[in-house]
């Protein structure tokens, strides 16, 4: 069963997108990013601020590729990764109003990162943030990776990704990877007061500023065109790998993986 998105307006000014696939932890699969996508194309003039949450008590669990078939996994979750989710990221990247990520539950792999897409961060005190693509056999996108060392620094993102840990929000805060932690039960409360206070400040200022810190942040990152190609070949590699297969049965068995290195 698809997951949906739950759209509705909480403040004034305010378009909630709220993730809801309850079966898979809020796993993020082609309906869900087609209906993020769609939301933000179609965006209406007095839309100031977008809030990003997950419902049931839940953020994201990630990609929604551990039922894919296996003799057409490579295509089918290069098809989800690749394409949709990157649209996704990308509408969230170009948007002139301020976008805000609010995490009542965990932020795994593509949900964490779909979280750090966002302009502010805020998370309940319980959460537990994580990057696991080292746990599966998965090379992840250097758009991604270039995400998080934009924002916690290149240390913090090896410690992320090359050790495949989890963090709690107090971390996850003190590195930067989140803006706020609060108790749950102020959660509501205190994301409603900021998207209200984004989307009350001056919309040329913010549309502005946002585009000083995406010109800045992409000179920052520029990559030579034949560099960019070799990494993508080498992301695509790992979908067609037995490692990222074993990784993935591994992960929804709870079992330690026998790697491979193929």
């Not at 979280?115 to 693509?133: E, F, S, T, W, Y």
């Not at 993102?157 to 107090?170: M, P, V, W």
């Not at 790998?241 to 929804?252: I, K, Q, R």
């Amino acid at each position: 069963m698809s997951g949906s998105l739950i759209v509705d307006r909480p403040a004034e000014g305010v378009l909630r997108l709220a993730i809801s696939n309850p079966a898979t932890r809020n796993a993020l699969d082609h309906a869900i990013l087609g209906a993020i996508s769609a939301e933000l194309a179609g965006l209406d003039d007095d839309v100031r601020c977008v809030m990003v949450t997950g419902a049931h008590g839940m953020f994201s669990s990630g990609y929604d590729i551990s039922e894919l078939p296996p003799d057409d996994f490579p295509a089918q979750a290069e098809k989800l990764v690749a394409h949709p989710f990157c649209r996704g990221l990308t509408a969230l990247d170009a948007l002139d109003i301020p976008t805000l990520a609010v995490l009542p539950g965990s932020a795994i792999g593509g949900g964490l990162e779909l979280a750090v897409a966002c302009d502010l961060r805020l998370a309940a005190n319980h959460v537990k943030l994580g990057m696991p693509p080292a746990k599966l056999g998965l090379i992840y996108s250097h758009t991604g990776l270039r995400r998080f060392v934009d924002t916690v620094g290149a240390a913090r993102t090896r410690e992320l990704f090359l050790l495949g840990r989890y963090i709690d929000a107090t971390t996850a805060a003190a590195w930067g990877l989140i803006n706020w932690a609060v108790d749950e039960d102020d959660l509501e409360d205190t994301a409603l007061a900021v998207a209200g206070q984004l989307a009350a400040n001056a919309p040329l200022s913010v549309a502005g500023n946002k585009r000083v810190l995406r010109e800045l942040l992409q000179a920052e990152g520029a990559l030579d065109p034949d560099v960019e190609r070799e990494l993508l070949a080498l992301r695509a590699s790992s979908f067609d790998s037995e490692d990222l297969l074993e990784g993935v049965a591994a992960f929804a068995q709870k079992r330690m993986p026998s790697w491979k290195g193929r």
